[in-house]
């Protein structure tokens, strides 16, 4: 019964999502709304299949070797040995569907799969922890293919010949992508975030790019305003004279908050890696996609 209910609703979906960007008419808003809900409704419980002990168990090691890739042994040490460290992953399990946003003008296609996307811009490092789940099934995608970009911490994204800020992961049996980056900057008329899109079915060639395959998600990352408020605090950030525009404000985050996503959480949760924030941060977050989807950059 499960089994054939979450197959129909797999293909609800399906049919609900529109091959554009972004929802453009009230029908496919409203359409998608109706698919989210059903997946919300429906779905409450998969998130019991994300918490199983040996996925979380997994999930816990390898976010401890990125750490250690970002920071050093010692703080992936402290920061494992911390009280109930998988709480944050209990927290945050989920298998409502992710919305879909518009891809935004500083796409490039064809970036380099890496997971240091740092190159020589200077911020506060964050180590991006993402796991990608077929809402489906609530079961992670192994050999999906991550691709972020953002701007810097003075609100520049990079652009040819420039490559800074913009790489791609593939997901791993557990279906995570880690990435070291650092804190987003802001730029005028858009809060602080971080653009992804995940492809599948393509592959990676040996120029180390990704190439083929199709788009069943296009999204934006967003972090907690306290956070954002204490991270522009510091240099570089504060040589950044865009204003700064609240989540609240921002018309993307507040589509997906009020319009689209049904209880989706698109904050990025992030933790300190020692006692202020200028010494790094850790942010994990899920990504539920509807791998039938298919859009266009």
């Given at each position: 019964?499960?089994?054939?209910f979450?197959?129909?609703l797999?293909?609800?979906?399906a ?6 960007a ?9 359409a998608?709304r ?5 997946g919300?409704r ?7 299949k994300l ?10 090691a ?26 944050i992953?209990?927290r ?6 992710a919305?879909?946003?518009?891809i ?8 380099k ?10 911020g506060v490092?964050?180590?991006?922890d993402?796991?990608v789940?077929?809402?489906?099934t ?10 972020i ?9 990079s652009?040819a010949p ?14 995570v992508?880690?990435?070291?980056t ?5 730029y005028?008329g858009?809060a ?9 079915g ?9 190439t083929?395959?199709?788009?069943p ?5 967003f972090?907690?305003?306290?956070m ?8 570089p950030?504060?040589?950044n004279t865009?204003a ?19 209880g989706y959480d698109?904050?990025?949760d992030v933790e ?6 200028s010494?790094?941060?850790v942010g994990t977050i899920?990504i539920a ?9």
């Open positions: 019964m499960q089994t054939s979450i197959k129909f797999a293909a609800a979906l049919l609900s999502v529109s091959v554009t972004h929802p453009d008419t009230d029908e496919e808003i409203a998608l109706h698919a989210h809900i059903m919300r429906s779905l409450e419980g998969c998130s019991e918490q199983r002990r040996e996925l979380v168990e997994s999930r816990l390898k976010r401890a070797a990125l750490i250690e890739r970002a920071f050093g042994p010692t703080v992936a040490t402290t920061l494992t040995k911390r009280a109930d460290p998988a709480e992953y209990r945050q399990a989920t298998c409502i569907l919305p879909q946003e518009e935004g003008p500083y796409y490039i296609s064809g970036e799969v890496r997971e240091d996307v740092r190159e020589t811009q200077t490092t964050l180590a991006l993402i796991q789940i077929d809402q489906s609530c079961e992670p995608i192994e050999g999906a293919e991550v691709d970009w953002e701007a810097n911490a003075t609100g520049s994204y652009a420039n490559t800074y800020l913009r790489g791609l992961q593939s997901t791993d049996s557990d279906g992508a880690g990435f070291i650092i804190f987003p900057g802001h005028n858009r602080t975030h971080i653009h992804t899109v995940i492809h599948v393509g592959s990676e060639t040996s120029a180390g790019t990704y083929g395959g199709t788009i998600h296009i999204g934006q990352l972090f907690n305003q306290d954002i408020t204490a991270v522009e605090k510091l240099a950030y504060t040589s865009a700064i525009t609240l989540n609240s404000a921002d018309r993307v985050y507040t589509q997906q908050v009020t319009t689209i996503n049904q698109d904050i990025v300190l890696v020692g006692s202020t924030i010494q790094g941060l899920y996609i509807n791998t039938a989807a298919q859009y266009h950059t």
